[in-house]
Every structure is written in C-alpha cells, then in structure tokens.
C-alpha cells in the first residue's frame, strides 16, 4: 500500500483511492497529475474511438473545464486506465465528455466512481447543471447513478464541421 | 443608415448587420460589444427565463467561450434584442446554450441569423462540432437549419447541483 505522501506528490492534493475487488494493484483518481497525451491516446485505441490529432487533443485539453485521469498505481510509472474531461463555464454549466475505462478494467464499477469524481469536483465548484450525451449502450448506466434523461423533453443536437 | 465606421466602433470588427422586412432600423449581430448584465437580464425576462444571480451570470459569460448579442441600433444606446453564448474547448466541443430573441422581434428570421452567425464564428475557429439541447417546440427550428437530432442515438442527461 503507498503511502498517502506518495500518492499525494503524484497525483495531487484531490486524489481519490478507488475501492476495488482486486487488491493486487491500486487505482486513483486525479484532476491534477497531468495527462500524457501519448497515453491517452492508446487508451483511447483501446476503446475503440477514432483518433484525433495530438496538437489538437492537447488544446481541447488545455482549454476544458476539468480533466480526470484514473491511475493504476506505480511509485515510477503510473499508467492511464481511465480518463474524462468537463467543457463548461464552471458556475452555470458543464457538459461531460470522452468518459473512457480501459477494457481490462471494466466491470469493476470503475466508470460510477470516475463520473461520481467528476461530479465532486464540479460541485466544489458550484455548478448549477451537468449534461452529457449518452450513447445508447450507457443510458442505463447515467439514470442509475440519478442522471435525469431528456428533462423536460430536451432533445440533443449536433452541427458537424463541414 | 449607419456608416460602416459607426458601427465598427460600436459593435466590433466582427458586427454583421441583419437584414430585415422592417426597414426602420438596423439590427447587427456582435461577438465584440460587451453584454449589460442588466439588460441580458431584462431579455431573459422578456423570453421568459428564470431569474439567476447577477454576480454568477456575470462569471460564466466570462468563461464562455462565445457571447454573442443582436443589437437593435442606435447611435447613442443600442438596445439588446437577442442573445447566444456558447461553452467549449473551442476545438473539438462548443455547446450552445440560452438563446434568445425578444418576443417583439421573432417571427423576422432573426434567431436564424444568431445561429448562422454562431456557427460562422465557431468555424472561424474550426471547432469540429458543435451541440446543443433544444426544447421540444424549437427543434424543428433547429433541423431546418441543418442540426442533426440524437446522432447515432445518442440521448442528452442532466444531472442538476442538489
């Protein structure tokens, strides 16, 4: 077990332990160590979604409201297994995107303990409303941790780039 | 009509004036000219909106990543007749949020030049897309104008501050 010193001087004042079955390894989450982008990358392979180029993950990076890693733990090299990040103006609304758990990590209520993370965090700030676009297979998933869908008949749209 | 010089010093480099069937005044679309809170405020009563704290209203238009006023000219105190504001990366994500014309000048086209003038600006960007969340008697608004409903099924959540 690492100490909390350890922990804290590599992932920050705000980590957070992640309770697992497995107790082989330790997974944390953190809002401040930073994210490699080289290793996002891969897990972001690893789930399947389009790449995008770099220099522009990192702007959208640096100008998002909020980016979560979740770590397994290693004092030399820690290694990205999940990932999330916040848009929004911090006061009023945040919207969540690229909610992503590696495939070997799954099913272990990693992804509940991430987005509750997440949804800490922007309460610290005090933001009114969160939103996000589920797709069709983590509906479930949202409304059971008490996202609300569609409130009031909302409908989400989309303008892509031409 | 006012001269191009006019309008630039009150409303930015960026102004685009609107046509309109009713010749008596001029209406320009601003990214530049900055927003009275009270005003806004004033609009959003005028829509219908509730009422949110002056001094939070002021913040997240400061971390917006777009606000965007219609102005109704005149040469001494041009009066604010609509409004948009967009969240965002500014790379990857911009979200749309609170847009609004005043119940006096709907019915001319106008909120469909806000959201053509939007567009344009995040394009200026080269933002990839761009989302919103639309209420059920505005969505057909929005698909006319070439917004793609629920993409690959995905459905919008809210999760509200308790």
Redesign the interface.
């Known amino acids: 077990m690492a100490s909390a010193e350890l922990l804290t001087s590599l992932y920050g004042d705000q980590h957070r332990l992640c309770p697992t079955p497995n107790s082989q390894h330790s997974l944390v989450l953190s809002r401040e160590r930073e994210i490699d982008l080289f290793e996002l990358e891969r897990l972001c392979d690893a789930v399947g979604w389009s790449r995008?180029p770099l220099r522009?993950?990192r702007?959208?990076?640096?100008?998002?409201l909020l980016r979560v890693g979740l770590w397994r733990h290693d004092p030399r090299m820690p290694k990205l297994v999940g990932f999330a990040r916040c848009?929004?103006?911090?006061?009023?609304?945040a919207?969540v995107?690229d909610v992503a758990v590696h495939p070997l990590y799954q099913g272990a209520g990693l992804g509940k303990q991430l987005m509750v993370y997440v949804?800490d965090q922007?309460?610290s700030m005090?933001?009114?409303?969160?939103?996000?676009?589920?797709?069709?297979e983590v509906?479930a998933f949202?409304?059971a941790q008490?996202?609300?869908?569609?409130?009031?008949?909302?409908?989400?749209?989309?303008?892509?780039?031409p």
Do not use: N
Not at 59 to 64: G, T
């Open positions: 995008r522009r993950v702007k959208a990076l640096q100008h998002s848009t929004g103006d911090g006061v009023v609304e919207t995107w949804l922007l309460r005090e933001v009114d409303r969160v939103s996000l676009f589920a797709d069709p509906v949202y409304i008490g996202w609300e869908l569609e409130p009031l008949q909302r409908r989400c749209a989309f303008w892509y780039s």
